[in-house]
């Protein structure tokens, strides 16, 4: 898909690639971009191209940090739940540590159940991460580039430390963290399963599926997402957050898209 720009600069609708090889136009008052960070960005970039202004690396990219202890479910614990249940307790967020404490029992695909003590967390500013367009004639390809700087290896190592604390507490062991580095949640699943002990795990960035920051409020956008150089052209979804935050961001997208309806109206 990409963006129909008239010569006046006003955005007046979409053009879509149809499974069966043809094309499609629909001609809109407004357009709101609502397709997820990387897709929303690649439409932005292109249609501001349209104008003369070619922008082809897009920083500010980043996304939540999930990262904690899976561990096999103590015996104490384990009395009480009941198969395919999955329990969940949420510790509210810490200031310092800025992040979100999870408690959660769940299966993780295995047949038996895990204690998962992890945290949803933000990177550090400055992000490092950023989306490189290629420009072509229709779709523009893209490459990400992410990364974690060391302020976040060491904001993750604090919040552990918080968690091994409840680890302590439950009597249970930790496994050594492999030379290559702390593995994913899955691979931490096995581990744990076959040595009876928690094993530390960091998700790869993307792994949360809230990527954000590319075309901040502020930066790029006005009040209500609104393109300031393009009449017509508004952005919704966790693209146009100025900093992540550490929590889910549904309920922050559903109170900026309604200031997005509410400026279109």
Known sequence: ?????REDGRIN????????GGTRRISAGAVVLASGTLENTRLYAQALAHTGYRVTRWPGLNDH???GFIAPLPAALRRDWVAPERAFLWADHDARLRGNL???IHTARQPEPVLDLWWLAQQEEPFLDSILFVP????WSARVEAGL???????MERRDQYARGLLEALSLPEERVPADGPPDLYTAVDRAQATGRAVRYVNPLGHSDHEAGTIALGAHLAPGGRAPWADGLFVAGPATFPAPGAANPTLTMIALAAQTAAAIV
Not at 1 to 5: I, P, Q, S, T
Not at 13 to 20: E, V
């Open 149 to 155: 700087r060391n302020l976040d290896s060491s904001a």
């Open 1 to 5: 898909m990409r963006l129909l720009v």
């Open 136 to 139: 072509e004639e229709e779709v």
């Open 102 to 104: 999870f408690v959660d």
């Open 65 to 67: 940090l999930p990262h």
């Open 13 to 20: 609708g979409a053009k879509f690639r149809l499974p069966d």
